[in-house]
């Protein structure tokens, strides 16, 4: 009888946590922000299948692959995403942009294109600060079965599967994308430099613009993203300088500032409760080593002794005459001479020499006018007489 009550608790338990664990895998997770509604992993994915930059924007704005959500100027109407693109030696920018109205634009995303000396080339997706907030990276994983499609693709065309390299960079993962119909269409010789030619007020004749989901169902056309291996986030960007180049050129719209500060944006969940992704604990990125002038290239994941140091400069100023901070006592106050400079500079004489006195040249009295003698005939006579 224990037994049999003990196997019904096993039983019990066993059922409550797969259905416990079934109600996790169907958890809404979301930003609570506007990129919400525009799945990078699911633009990556179109990206990498897509033959150029026309069919990667065309297909990004197609209603039935349910990848774009967006209404950032808040017409009840789903913005148009425009692809600009921008080269820069072996790096591409690849912008994806909304018109907001007439004046102002946004960009939503920017696709990085770098290419090494050794030809390899890595992508990464990175949302926008506005959209998806700080360092929010999607880049491809090295985990590809090779039995099965890109999910969330259905469609006649051939499927091409990707042969990542497992070379790793210091420790973290860098996969090369080399083989990716996009990348050899942007690295061919006859590439040019695509921006769309569509803006506000003016689109293409195949698209319109249609009501966007609430993002529940949204979510459900794309949380297979969520626990797959063709993608992962990162906290990482590959080439900073290359994307710090981007970021002073960016475009961001005041009124998607402002709408997003008043909460106009938090409709789009229709008071749904969902989970917040998990935080990814930030790796620092060590970047490709460079040979310097002097010093032995090291190898990837090595670290440079302590000791030594790459700059030249001295490592502390010279020895200068330290005061404990301990002290409580006030400092010295400076003495008028400083010590070791002599009283009286030894290149001078102690006492100037004596000039000679010069001869005087007028006496120090004048000399008394001469009076004129007086006329006694002429005087006045004397009132005595």
Known sequence: MKKLILYSMILTTGLLSSGLFSQNEKEVVALGLPGDNLNLYAVLALFQKSPTLEEFEKSLNDKELNINNLDLNNDNKTDYIGILSSKEGSSYSIVLRVAINSSEYQ????IEVNKSSEGKVVVQIIGDVELYGKNYIIEPSSKVITQTPNPGYTGNDKIIINNYSSTTLNGDGLYYVNEWPIIAYLFSPGFSVYISPWHWGFYPSYWYPWTPVYYTNYWGFHHHYYDNHFYRRSHNIRYPQHYFDYSRRRNSSPTVAQYRRSGNYNATYSGNVFRRPDVISKRPLKPEP???????PMRPGSQ????????SRPLAPPARPIVSPSRSVAPSPRPSNPIGRPTVSPSRPVAPPSRPAS????PPVAPARPVAPVNRQNSPPNRRN
């Open 107 to 110: 960009d939503v995303a920017v």
């Open 290 to 296: 460079r040979p310097r002038a002097g010093l032995t």
């Open 304 to 311: 440079m002794p302590r000791t030594l140091s790459p700059i």
């Open 359 to 362: 001869p005087i040249l007028r």
